[in-house]
Nanobody, 116 residues
Framework: QVELVESGGGLVQPGGSLRLSCRAS????????MGWYRQAPGKERELVAA???????NYADSVKGRFTISRDITKSTVYLQMNGLKPEDTAVYYC??????????WGQGTQVTVSS
């Protein structure tokens, strides 16, 4: 069983920043990929950013240049630094871990609200 615990969400004004954290209950090297997804009301869940075991990152076009995914292997933690936040970034953000079999594990989600 894998547990992913997210933290760092909240309310921020447009243009502000937040950093999300996701701590895994086992080494993040045991997964092929770690990522962040988000789901806004009435919309499908979408991939925001991901990092492979080898350190390759990819981002949704809508967040490129504003968001950065990183990891601390010693802490089994993945981060999502979000800068230049916009109201359209408002969503529940979910941490995801995918193993070599393609099985997905999910965190409980953390709310990010961008509003003045």
């Amino acid at each position: 069983q894998v547990e992913l615990v997210e933290s760092g969400g909240g309310l921020v004004q447009p243009g502000g920043s937040l950093r999300l954290s996701c701590r895994a209950s086992r080494s993040i090297f045991s997964f092929n990929r770690m990522g962040w997804y988000r789901q806004a009301p009435g919309k499908e869940r979408e991939l925001v950013a991901a990092v492979t075991r080898g350190g390759i990152t990819n981002y949704a076009d809508s967040v490129k240049g504003r968001f950065t995914i990183s990891r601390d292997i010693t802490k089994s933690t993945v981060y999502l630094q979000m800068n230049g936040l916009k109201p359209e970034d408002t969503a529940v953000y979910y941490c995801n871990a995918r193993n070599e079999l393609g099985e997905d594990y999910w965190g409980q989600g953390t709310q990010v609200t961008v509003s003045s």
